[in-house]
């Protein structure tokens, strides 16, 4: 069974930090590109970062230089650093892990961050 469980969100004043970690069982971690994305209320999911089995990244313009996507594939983990925090970055955050190749694709349920003074 494919679990993938994300944690760290929470309640966060402006120009603050989170580390939001997704742990991952029942797939092989490293072959599969891993994505953060995000939804806030009344909006569509989106792209917020991806990380590559090779470790390359890609990062959406609303969060470049101030997020960092990295994976741990010996602890089937990935993670999103988030500096700098905006109240615009309020959402729900979503791990999510792909495989184009083997047309796989599974979804953790999320963990909410809340960016307010």
């Known amino acids: 069974q494919v679990q993938l469980v994300e944690s760290g969100g929470g309640l966060v004043q402006p120009g603050g930090s989170l580390r939001l970690s997704c742990a991952a069982s029942?797939?092989?971690?490293?072959?599969?590109?891993m994505n953060w994305y995000r939804q806030a209320p009344g909006k569509q999911r989106d792209l917020v970062a991806t990380?590559?089995?090779?470790?390359?990244?890609n990062y959406a313009d609303s969060v470049k230089g101030r997020f960092t996507i990295s994976r741990d594939n010996a602890k089937n983990t990935v993670y999103l650093q988030m500096n700098s925090l905006k109240p615009e970055d309020t959402a729900v955050y979503y791990c999510?892990?792909?495989?184009?190749?083997?047309?796989?694709?599974?979804w953790g349920k999320g963990t909410l961050v809340t960016v307010s003074s």
């Open positions: 999510n892990a792909e495989h184009v190749l083997f047309h796989m694709d599974y």
């Open positions: 029942g797939i092989t971690f490293s072959i599969y590109t």
């Open positions: 990380i590559t089995k090779g470790g390359s990244t």
